[in-house]
């Protein structure tokens, strides 16, 4: 399994920001996913995750009414489109795959992209 994650740039407060995370090899369609961050000097954090088939979505307080994560599982692809960007958002985004179909605090995020970094300032 190998996650893609791409979309990341340098944005202003205020804007919108579209990520992309490219599933390659098998189970995507079996499992939850979800995307984390890590800011600079900070441990990583969750940020939101959708299950296996869409239906469910749980995200972080810190980004909760301004993000979306969708996925499409016919092209093994998750997005996360978070707007009214701010400047603690910045950080290095990496999608990762749990190891339940259900997104709960106790599961395990198995296999992890590259990241990509978004970058909020003026």
């Known amino acids: 399994v190998q996650l893609q994650a791409s979309g990341g740039g340098l944005v202003q407060p205020g804007d919108s920001l579209r990520l992309s995370c490219a599933h390659s090899?098998?189970?995507?369609?079996?499992?939850?996913m979800g995307w984390l961050r890590q800011a600079p000097g900070k441990e990583r954090e969750f940020v939101g995750a959708?299950?296996?088939?869409?239906?469910?979505?749980f995200y972080a307080d810190s980004v909760k009414g301004r993000s979306t994560i969708s996925r499409d599982n016919a092209k093994n692809t998750v997005l996360f489109q978070m707007s009214n960007l701010r400047p603690e958002d910045t950080g290095v985004y990496f999608c990762?795959?749990?190891?339940?179909?259900?997104?709960?605090?106790?599961?395990?995020?198995?296999?992890w992209g590259q990241g990509t970094q978004v970058t909020v300032s003026s």
């Open positions: 990762a795959r749990a190891d339940s179909s259900y997104y709960h605090t106790g599961l395990n995020w198995v296999y």
């Open positions: 090899g098998r189970g995507f369609d079996t499992y939850a």
């Open positions: 959708i299950s296996y088939d869409g239906s469910i979505t």
